[in-house]
């Protein structure tokens, strides 16, 4: 279904590190030149990785959003990077790593997007299969740390205000 080739790891949790430490580990020992992360609940659409492959190669992305079935591109809940857009961003991390399970989507969509690097392919999709998702409760201590990092505009990487703005 992928349409391209590459190498896909599929990393199950069984110690409870949390998707946010576990991307950031399997980032840290990969040398690819795209990164990609995608929950267990996804189901992809026929081409979806060649389509994303060629925005990559057509114009200037650091992180593409995959189309989720619900955010329309306002956020990369499901995303490939550009692996030296990523690594510019939180000193060999992926996400910032004190996250835990959420919002560290949206502070890396927010990054790409002052970067104007970021970018949305409705063609290329991942859908979330997951009919309880709106029902669970966000990570608040997560939900803190995005206040938090957003009232000193994320290290100062983010100049423009609008951004700041967004996802209140």
């Known amino acids: ?49 060649r389509i994303a492959l060629d925005v990559f190669s057509s114009r200037k992305t650091g992180l593409l959003a995959f189309n989720d079935g619900k955010w329309l591109g306002e956020l990369a809940a499901f995303g490939l990077a550009d692996r030296r857009w990523a690594e510019g961003n939180y000193s060999g991390h992926f996400f910032h790593p004190e996250y835990q399970s959420h919002y560290a989507d949206v502070e890396l969509t927010l990054l790409a997007q002052n970067d104007n690097c970021y970018a949305y392919e409705p063609n290329s999709v991942l859908v979330e299969i997951d009919p309880d998702k709106d029902s669970k409760p966000v990570n608040n201590k997560d939900r803190g740390l995005f206040l938090e990092r957003q009232s000193i505009s994320f290290n100062r990487k983010i100049k423009n205000p609008a951004l700041l703005e967004k996802f209140q």
């Open 1 to 49: 279904r992928a349409g391209a080739t590459g190498l896909l790891l599929c990393i199950h949790d069984d110690q409870k590190e949390g998707f946010i430490s576990l991307v950031n580990r399997a980032f840290s020992i990969s040398i690819h030149q795209w990164v990609g992360y995608v929950a267990q609940d996804a189901y992809a659409g026929r081409q979806w990785l």
